[in-house]
């Protein structure tokens, strides 16, 4: 996975997390998203 791909990923994630009507289905994307900044970002090239 690219750096690029990860940062589109991460875009669309925290699009998710950011509608306000989502707020429950959220939680799960907030964790993603925090999975995915915490690891793959520190990981990559």
Not at 26 to 44: K, P
């Amino acid at each position: 996975m690219t750096r690029e791909t990860v940062i589109k990923l991460l875009a669309h994630l925290h699009e998710n997390v950011s509608r306000s009507d989502q707020v429950k289905k959220s939680a799960f994307n907030i964790r993603t998203f925090l999975f995915y900044r915490e690891t793959l970002v520190v990981h990559l090239p």
